[in-house]
């Protein structure tokens, strides 16, 4: 049994769903938290840097759809379980890769567990939200979030000194989380059926769109997609480089970059939590107006600044982006609220494809003009924000 809150929103669940979150996000954050081990031991350019992201984040984008699509007609609660198999054994092959080729053939069985995730624990947070949306996605996307910070704290404290085998170790995570997805699972039909009868009671209260007009969805899709390439193709800059920029820059050790990276990633766990929770209260249109426009300052003052003040506005500049990230998911689901499978493995697949294609792009711009280079460019990206202003005012009750 799980208890509900007086608003339909499953606690229990929904921190069972972050907790899972997070260990999976958490086993695929040690990819770009192991790059500089693995460009010393296999003698790696930044091209080759940038097409471990790119293999990667295709493979778990170009799926998420697909089986978001899939269990719209045929919802499979078991599927996350799944995902978890193919996650294991990526991390397993990655620990004792022989060659280049099994490298990217290991992180691309990781990227197809992740897709196979999302879609379906997207759409149980969904169900387990009841009337607090923006809370529900909030917990949910803090997990990944987390999850994505410890992977350098963990690449640091375990997988430096012990080696790339030690990756291995981290199979015993994907147990755990498979034993987490298969309880959460069996909890499905209940909230789903609850989920659906809050919809018929709103609708008949006159408190729900029923559809928006094409246009307006076509519209509202096409500008969340270009918000969300600028906001990640800024943000993959830091995963995949930020601890090459640190060490190139600063003389850090390769310990010390992944700590400052860990503190930048737990800056947009917290983001996302207090995002999601504030755009309960003020809407989904100012959050993202904040969040795409609010850390352009910030990031032209970047490139130019202390190691001190470089931590400092990392941190804020990741902590106001990452607030969006809610806004843009259940604004999109309420652009089309019965295609919640569609929507989660849209955005999570966006997500992995589209910060894939800027980390191969950024790759090439790293070895042709460094590294620094990259960070003073990129600097300009939030700028991309105004597209906010095309966005349709849509009614923020429904779905």
Known sequence: MTTATRSGTHITVLAVL????????????????????????????????????????IAGAMLQPVIGMVTDKYPAPYSPVVGMMFTLSGLVCLAFAPS?????????LIGIGSS?????????????????????????????????????V?????????????????????????????????????????????????????????????????????????LMFTKNAYSESFRSFYTFYLIERFDLSIQASQLMLFVFLMAAAVGVLVGGVVGDRIGRYRIIWFSVLGPLPLTLMLPYVDLFWTGVLTILINLIMAS????????????????????????????FGLGGVAAAFLGVLADSYGVEAVYRMCAFLPLAGVLAWFLPRIDETSG
């Open 100 to 108: 280049y080729a099994m490298i990217l053939l290991s992180v691309a």
């Open 324 to 351: 969006a990230f809610a806004s843009i998911l259940i604004y999109a689901m309420d652009l089309l609220p019965d295609r919640i499978g569609l929507i989660g493995g849209l955005f999570y697949g966006l997500n």
């Open 116 to 152: 196979i995730f999302h879609p379906e624990a997207t759409r149980m947070a969904r169900y387990a939200a009841g009337g607090r949306q923006g809370l529900a996605q909030g917990m949910f996307q803090v997990g990944g979030q987390a999850g994505g910070a410890l992977g350098p």
């Open 154 to 226: 963990f690449a640091a404290l375990i997988v430096v000194p012990w080696g790339q085998p030690s990756l291995a170790w981290f199979a015993v995570i994907a147990l755990v989380a498979m034993m987490l997805l298969t309880w959460i699972g069996s909890k499905q039909r209940q909230i789903s059926a609850e989920f659906a009868a809050l919809r018929a009671a709103r609708s008949k209260a006159g408190h729900i769109a029923v559809s928006h007009a094409p246009m307006t969805i076509g519209i509202g899709l096409v500008v969340l997609t270009l």
């Open 18 to 57: 972050g907790v899972t979150h997070l260990l999976n996000d958490l086993m695929q954050s040690l990819i770009p938290a192991a790059y500089p081990i693995l460009k010393e031991a296999y003698a790696l350019d930044f091209v080759q840097i940038g097409m471990i992201t790119l293999t990667f984040q």
